[in-house]
C-alpha cells in the first residue's frame, strides 16, 4: 500500500505557514498578558478599554493625543509590552507571504507565476500604509 504523495511545493507552504504561525501566536499572547496584567504600557489598559469602540484615528487622539501613520507608533515603542505584542501580530500577517515564498522555491514554473501574482498583493497591501494616509473608518 502506497502513502499519500503531497507536492513538496504544498509541504513547503503548510511548514512555514504552521512554524510562523506558533511564533506569532508566541509573541503575541505572551506580551499581550503581560500588558493586561501590569498595565504597564504604551496605552494603559484603563484608556484602551474606554476607547475601544472608537475608530483608529479616535482612538489614538483620546489616548496619546496622536495621529498615527504608517507603523511607526509601535516600533519606536516595542520596550512597551503591547506594542511589543504587535510583533507577534505582524509576524502572523507576513505568514501567508513568507510561505508563498516557501513554496516559491519549490514549485514549477506555472505555479511561481500564479504565486509571484499573489505575492505582490501581500507586499502591496503591506506597503500601502507607509504611502496612503489610512484610516479606521
Same mark, same amino acid.
Given at each position: ?25 508566541? $509573541?503575541? @499572547? =505572551?506580551?499581550?498578558? +503581560?500588558?493586561?496584567? &501590569? ?6 489598559? !484603563?484608556?484602551?478599554? %474606554? ?32 506594542? $511589543?505584542? @504587535? =510583533?507577534?501580530?505582524? +509576524?502572523?500577517?507576513? &505568514? ?6 516557501? !513554496?516559491?522555491?519549490? %514549485? ?30
Amino acid at each position: 500500500m502506497k502513502g499519500v504523495e503531497v507536492d513538496p511545493m504544498n509541504t513547503a507552504f503548510a511548514k512555514t505557514m504552521e512554524i510562523l504561525t506558533y511564533v506569532g501566536l508566541v $509573541l503575541m @499572547i =505572551v506580551p499581550g498578558l +503581560i500588558y493586561f496584567v &501590569t498595565g504597564i504600557g504604551y496605552v494603559n489598559t !484603563a484608556d484602551a478599554v %474606554a476607547n475601544w469602540g472608537k475608530s483608529a484615528n479616535e482612538f489614538w487622539k483620546a489616548t496619546k493625543g496622536i495621529e498615527i501613520h504608517g507603523y511607526s507608533w509601535f516600533l519606536n515603542n516595542l520596550s512597551y509590552f503591547d506594542c $511589543l505584542s @504587535i =510583533v507577534g501580530v505582524v +509576524i502572523l500577517a507576513i &505568514t501567508p507571504l513568507a510561505s508563498i515564498v516557501a !513554496a516559491m522555491v519549490k %514549485a514549477d514554473t506555472k505555479y511561481k507565476i500564479i504565486l509571484l501574482i499573489a505575492m505582490i498583493e501581500f507586499i502591496v497591501a503591506i506597503v500601502r500604509p507607509l504611502f496612503m494616509h489610512v484610516t479606521g473608518h
